[in-house]
């Protein structure tokens, strides 16, 4: 009389045991090589950069950085009710690859249809401030050609992972201030090279600025005789 009983909880374990092994997702990338479990990270990451240099090693289990890239940057800190650029302790920066958030504002970014029917072209710099808690607030729209090109700039940041490693000054951990600047332009296409995908350009990226470019291509026609 015990059998279905045993066989009804012993079916359920296993089950319950597949779907577990099944929410583990091995994460391997140029960005980023690590495994999720339950949607979350879990044990030992590595974080690259563009040229696949290492940037960061995280192991989440222990909380702890194993490495990170030497860093002599200075960067603005909060100290007491000013804000001043000096060179951190620890240095503020993205827990994950930045190379690989500039990738996914850049796929992710669309050239406002506003801004086309108007031929707008120009840079939306937006600031935000890394609080001591590793999370962002104060964003401040600095400059931009048009409210849509905000509007689309804010709807992709706002999509983004909000983990961050806070600054440490002087014994304390500080409010840090990054910056992103969205370059959105246009150009006439008169070949087909003029066609192809543009390559992301970040050369102007530094240590608390991220810059993306968003070029709509315009195709040149050519009226019939």
Known sequence: MHLPICFVLTTGLLISGHAAL???????????????????????????????????????????????????????????????????????????????????????????IDALQQQKQGDVLLSYVVQPNGHTTDYTVVSSPLPACTQEVWRVFNQLPDHWIPAIYQGQARAARFYLLVHFSMKLARSAADLAPALPNHASSGPFTDVVEVTAVGVERSGRR
């Open 22 to 112: 099944a929410q583990a997702e091995r994460v391997v990338n140029k960005f980023e090589h690590g495994t999720r479990t339950n949607s979350q990270p879990t044990g030992s990451w590595e974080y690259f950069e563009e040229a696949g240099q290492l940037a960061l090693r995280m192991n989440y289990d222990s909380s702890r950085i194993s490495y990170r890239r030497p860093d002599t940057a200075r960067y603005e800190l909060r100290i007491g009710d000013t804000w001043q650029l000096v060179h951190p302790t620890r240095p503020p920066g993205l827990l994950g690859s930045r190379a690989g958030r500039r990738e996914a504002l850049q796929k992710a970014l669309r050239y406002p």
